[in-house]
T-cell receptor, first 113, second 112 residues
Framework: DVKVTQSSRYLVKRTGEKVFLECVQD?????MFWYRQDPGLGLRLIYF???????EKGDIPEGYSVSREKKERFSLILESASTNQTSMYLC????????????FGSGTRLTVV | KQEVTQIPAALSVPEGENLVLNCSFT??????LQWFRQDPGKGLTSLLL?????REQTSGRLNASLDKSSGRSTLYIAASQPGDSATYLC???????????FGQGTTLQVKP
């Protein structure tokens, strides 16, 4: 069964900390995505990547960066965590073609205190 | 700009009922539409993927239809069960970058 694995289900971090959220997929997918999900705002795209070492800004990239050194791994980095980054973070992947569906991970619930 | 709307926002039905969830989108230039299920505090599970050239897809008790010209999709759930209680999200893949645009979801409660 194909999988997208997010390393942590729950994280609690302090304001100002540098936070790494890790996502690994075993499907040899070219595309990977990071979303955040907040009540009333739905899912919003933070960053995405079409290939190793490539990244594109999504709709809300401010305060975040990403890294994709290997095809299977896409990391989301909060350079200096703030309380307004408390959210559910969801990673997804898909094949290169636009006809393909997305596969999501189980999510990371991040709380910044 | 593509916008996706799901109506109703919440739905409560007794067990055994057949029900329909609605999804509409403003721009018919889509590659595909995907229905997801999300349980509280969990990630998204893909239910059905409909390509823009298709009219419907079926999986078990689920049937999704797509009318691209009118910008509508429906998810039909037959003989609902308490285990179907979850939030259902539809999303369209669209634009030059093929990004997924989500609706706000319909939260379904099936009462025993």
């Amino acid at each position: 069964d194909v999988k997208v694995t997010q390393s942590s289900r729950y994280l609690v971090k302090r304001t100002g900390e540098k936070v790494f959220l890790e996502c690994v997929q075993d499907m040899d997918h070219e595309n990977m995505f990071w979303y955040r999900q907040d009540p009333g705002l739905g899912l919003r795209l933070i960053y995405f990547s079409y290939d190793v070492k490539m990244k594109e800004k999504g709709d809300i990239p401010e305060g975040y960066s990403v890294s994709r050194e290997k095809k299977e791994r896409f990391s989301l980095i909060l350079e200096s965590a703030s309380t307004n980054q408390t959210s559910m973070y969801l990673c997804a992947s898909s094949l290169r073609g636009r006809m393909d569906g997305y596969t999501f991970g189980s999510g990371t619930r991040l709380t910044v205190v | 700009k593509q916008e996706v709307t799901q109506i109703p926002a919440a739905l409560s039905v007794p067990e055994g009922e057949n029900l329909v969830l609605n999804c509409s989108f403003t721009d018919s230039a889509i590659y595909n539409l995907q229905w997801f299920r999300q349980d509280p505090g969990k990630g998204l599970t893909s239910l059905l993927l409909i390509q823009s050239s298709q009219r419907e897809q079926t999986s078990g008790r689920l049937n999704a239809s797509l009318d691209k010209s009118s910008g509508r999709s429906t998810l039909y759930i037959a003989a609902s069960q308490p285990g179907d209680s979850a939030t259902y999200l539809c999303a369209v893949r669209t634009g030059n970058t093929g990004k997924l645009i989500f609706g706000q979801g319909t939260t379904l409660q099936v009462k025993p």
